[in-house]
């Protein structure tokens, strides 16, 4: 298994209002996981006023890819330490999901 790590800011057109906060873009991680022959991509994009981690930290803890592929093994469900923000888990919710899935012979939508 290979896990690699992109970042990417998109700027929105126009800004918008929520709660009182102005977001002019979006910034977060993508993720692609290489497995067996099979090629899977999830996204943290933690969401400004709003999450409790910056995609900066996020950055920060996902410098080596590779120890986060300890979640991603075969266990009933993927296990977490309380290190990892939310943002982060569902990413690698997102890449173990696709993986089992596609380990086991069926869609997403049905595993």
Aim: aromatic residues 14%; charged residues 25%.
């Amino acid at each position: 298994m290979k896990l690699r790590v992109y970042t990417f800011e998109i700027p929105f057109k126009n800004p918008f209002h929520l709660a009182g906060v102005t977001i002019s873009k979006r910034s977060g991680l993508i993720f692609s996981l290489e497995a067996e022959d099979w090629i899977f991509w999830a996204e943290a994009s933690p969401l400004i006023k709003f999450s409790e981690e910056k995609v900066s930290d996020l950055k920060e803890m996902t410098k080596n890819p590779g120890s986060l592929l300890k979640v991603l093994n075969d266990e009933p469900l993927p296990v977490y330490s309380n290190d990892e923000p939310a943002s982060l888990r569902f990413a690698l919710s997102c890449l173990w999901y696709q993986y089992m899935a596609a380990k086991n012979g069926m869609r997403l939508n049905k595993y």
